[in-house]
């Protein structure tokens, strides 16, 4: 697992407004169907959490009809209790015949890290590998999420990527480049005070796609091209009925569409939705119903495979 030593200090703010995309809504969440028309047979969504004692834990919500949930595998001494603030997408990588490495970025005691272990097939930390929470820089206390995309094509000859956003508490969201041993700055953009949950649902070589729901009601994508201090833009998918999630984590489905689970925190619920391709307000999207699970624990995050391929934005 690489190793960031250089501190991530602001970045230069571009200026992007949701305000347009906000529709007050009095319903806590979209209605049960909005189409029937989706494709997810054979989509799941591996969901992995870290629980209150700092166990690091995963399972499979199955977008069957109706919804199942495999068996939880939990690794338990993975943090200490209660130490993960803010935690990303997590990578997992097949070692041997049976193990797993996992690694992502996350927030303890108000500072960044770059946190890894591998696991045995009993889903145990494996003591013959390290298990590492590598400290990258402070002054992370008053972010409400971060976020890692990496895109690591299985064609070796296209080039490799690896972001880190972030979005502070006054709204305006950052983002860096992994370049060596250090991260660089390419910009960010404020005006998103008003997003709840977002969730990376696209990858490109010259942007990413994510989709998030305001406190307004709207669900939107939020594209913002890779280039250097390039500004993001905005599309209403939906006006109204999505502010109910706290959170979005969000996982392919078919070629060109998207597995969606909105977590409610104040009802501790999950509900999963099949998304096609986003195309504004014509994207279909297809209630699948109420996730047959607790959300209980502090910290949910998607634990995505090396070769992460996202195609619905």
Same mark, same amino acid.
Not at 69 to 74: E, K, N, Q, S
Not at 104 to 111: E, F, I, Y
Not at 214 to 219: F, N, V, Y
């Given at each position: 697992?690489f190793?960031?030593?250089?501190g991530l200090a602001?970045a230069?703010?571009l200026a992007m407004?949701?305000?347009a995309?906000?529709v007050?809504?009095?319903?806590?969440?979209?209605?049960a169907?909005?189409?029937t028309?989706?494709?997810?047979a054979a989509c799941?969504?591996r969901l992995?959490?870290?629980t209150?004692?700092g166990?690091?834990?995963s399972?499979?919500?199955?977008?069957?009809a109706?919804?199942t949930?495999?068996?939880?595998?939990?690794t338990?001494?993975?943090f200490?209790?209660?130490?993960?603030?803010?935690?990303s +997408?997590?990578?997992? *990588?097949?070692?041997?015949? /049976?193990?797993? =490495?996992r690694s992502?970025? %996350?927030?303890?005691? @108000?500072?960044l890290?770059s946190?890894?272990f591998v696991v045995?097939?009993q889903s145990?930390?494996d003591?013959h590998?390290?298990?590492?929470?590598?400290?990258?820089?402070g002054?992370?206390?008053?972010y409400?999420w971060?976020?890692?995309?990496?895109?690591?094509p299985?064609?070796a000859?296209q080039?490799?990527r690896?972001?880190l956003?972030?979005?502070r +508490?006054?709204?305006? *969201?950052?983002?860096?480049i /992994?370049?060596? =041993?250090?991260?660089r700055s %390419?910009?960010?953009? @404020?005006g998103l005070?008003?997003v709840k949950g977002?969730?990376l649902i696209?990858?490109?070589?010259?942007?990413?796609?994510?989709?998030?729901n305001?406190?307004?009601?709207?669900?939107v994508?939020?594209t913002?091209p890779t280039k250097?201090?390039a500004g993001p833009t905005s599309r209403?998918?939906r006006?109204?009925?999505?502010q109910g999630f706290?959170?979005?984590i969000?996982t392919?489905?078919?070629?060109t569409?998207?597995?969606?689970?909105?977590?409610?925190?104040?009802?501790k619920? @999950?509900?999963l939705?099949?998304?096609g391709h986003?195309?504004?307000?014509?994207?279909?999207i297809?209630?699948l119903?109420?996730v047959?699970l607790?959300f209980s624990?502090?910290q949910y995050f998607?634990i995505a495979?090396?070769?992460?391929?996202?195609?619905?934005?």
């Open positions: 697992m190793r960031k030593t250089v602001s230069g703010v407004g949701l305000g995309a906000m007050p809504s009095a319903q806590a969440r979209p209605a169907a909005e189409s028309t989706a494709t997810t799941a969504l992995g959490s870290v209150s004692t166990a690091f834990t399972r499979m919500i199955n977008a069957t109706p919804i949930i495999g068996g939880v595998r939990g338990a001494g993975v200490s209790a209660n130490q993960v603030q803010k935690i +997408t997590f990578t997992g *990588t097949p070692v041997g015949t /049976s193990g797993e =490495a992502g970025l %996350t927030v303890m005691s @108000g500072a890290y946190s890894s045995d097939g145990q930390l003591p590998y390290p298990h590492n929470n590598l400290r990258i820089g002054g992370w206390s008053n409400r971060i976020e890692q995309s990496v895109l690591q299985a064609n000859g080039p490799a690896t972001l956003y972030g979005q +508490t006054d709204g305006i *969201t950052l983002r860096w /992994s370049e060596g =041993a250090g991260w %390419t910009g960010g953009a @404020g005070s008003t977002i969730a696209g990858r490109s070589a010259t942007s990413e796609t994510f989709l998030a305001t406190r307004g009601g709207s669900l994508t939020v913002w250097y201090n209403v998918v006006s109204s009925t999505w706290e959170q979005l969000a392919k489905c078919g070629a569409g998207t597995l969606l689970l909105g977590i409610d925190r104040d009802t619920s @999950g509900y939705y099949a998304v986003a195309n504004g307000t014509g994207t279909v297809k209630s119903g109420k047959p607790t624990d502090p998607r495979p090396k070769y992460d391929v996202l195609n619905g934005g």
